[in-house]
């Protein structure tokens, strides 16, 4: 039985914390936060039926864990569970950090043993039956739409998170447009964006790579209900992925798979295949995967997009983005 631990109290930990307790073989060892006095630890551990421990209790009592923090506190989280030999690898909530350079002090951080970016839709049956079908096309179209309620969040939120819309949540699904792009990206655009107090509540952002193909985006907070789809096409095929409540494909206008089943949405969501994934990591049997370098290349698109948005909207290198920099303070002064 392997035992994982939550580094978090807020919604992206609860939702980590039940895929542990519905993926089989794993036993959810407890929950951490930055004091044990935390009220919010303390009532997601009692509905958990789990202890409230510090960081260094947990990796004591674990071998695999969770870090949902804030992106800004996670470095010194995982500085604090590597001080444990049991604890043998560690998921890292999506966005990893709020710099380039931030990711890669998480690798450091945790002293080379496997870091995994959490991106559950990567392990999604029906996005991974999108992706094989994206695979093998040459799409001349590929597109996502993503809108979403505000997150409600606290006045410092752009210093925290490091971003508006672009990072939370399209963070979670850059990975994704990356692999249906099949190529390395180059250059990103932001034609048009709306910024409110530093932070991009809309944009439309385009990606292209040096072979040539092009995504677009459309994202937007504000929505009443959240909506997001992933779509390829060539000049014979169509795939097509809607995540939300469930990720259901379609190729060709069919539905692929078996229809999504609403009352398991941690399985149909890539949540419980995601922890599966990191203990096999853990255990050696499986590459921590996506790893740290996906989550840079995601957190990438992102400042290139804010740089963009300061250049008034012309492609920039990915190669240009500033590695010391989060999305949010290259916003800084863009006069949109």
């Known amino acids: 039985m392997t035992s994982a631990g939550i580094v978090g109290a807020g919604r992206a930990a609860t939702l980590h914390a039940e895929a542990v307790r519905a993926a089989a073989g794993v036993r959810l060892a ?11 630890a303390a009532a997601l551990a009692a509905a958990l039926d789990c202890p409230v421990l510090t960081a260094r209790e947990l990796a004591r009592a674990c071998d695999v864990a969770v870090v949902a923090t804030p992106p800004a506190a996670r470095a010194e989280a995982l500085a604090e569970l590597a001080s444990s030999r049991r604890l043998r690898a560690v998921l890292v ?8 350079d931030g990711i890669a002090d998480l690798g450091a951080a945790f002293g080379g043993r496997p870091v995994m970016a959490a991106v559950n839709l990567l392990h999604a049956p029906a996005v991974r039956r999108m992706l094989d079908a994206a695979a093998a096309m040459d799409p001349h179209h590929l597109e996502l739409r993503l809108a979403v309620p505000e997150p409600a969040r606290g ?15 399209a963070a979670g699904f850059w990975p994704v447009l990356m692999a249906a792009m099949g190529e390395a990206i180059e250059s990103v655009a932001v034609p048009q ?7 991009d509540h809309a944009a439309r952002v385009v ?5 040539g193909r092009t995504a677009r985006a459309e994202l937007r907070w504000g929505a009443q209900v959240a909506e997001a789809a992933v779509e390829a096409a060539d000049r014979e095929h169509v795939a097509r992925v809607d995540v939300w409540p469930v990720p259901a494909a379609e190729i060709d206008g069919e539905a692929a798979g078996p229809p999504a089943d609403l009352s398991d949405p941690l399985f149909a969501l890539g949540f419980v295949a995601q922890i599966q994934r990191l203990v096999r990591a ?23 997009a804010s740089l963009s948005a300061q250049q008034d909207g012309i492609p920039v290198s990915v190669s240009d983005v500033p590695r010391g920099l989060s999305p949010f303070e290259m916003l800084a002064g863009t006069r949109h």
């Not at 909530?93 to 380039?100: I, L």
């Not at 939120?157 to 939370?168: K, P």
């Not at 990606?207 to 072979?211: D, F, I, K, S, V």
């Open 155 to 169: 006045p410092d939120s752009g210093a925290a998170f490091g971003g508006g819309v672009t990072m939370d949540p």
């Open 207 to 211: 990606l292209q790579t040096a072979g």
């Open 30 to 40: 407890g929950v951490a936060a930055r004091s044990t006095a935390s009220p919010r």
């Open 282 to 304: 853990a255990e050696g049997e499986a590459q921590p995967w996506p790893d740290l370098a996906v989550a840079s290349s995601a957190l990438t698109i992102a400042a290139a």
């Open 193 to 199: 964006i709306e910024v409110v107090d530093g932070l």
């Open 93 to 100: 909530e999506s966005p990893a950090a709020t710099t380039v």
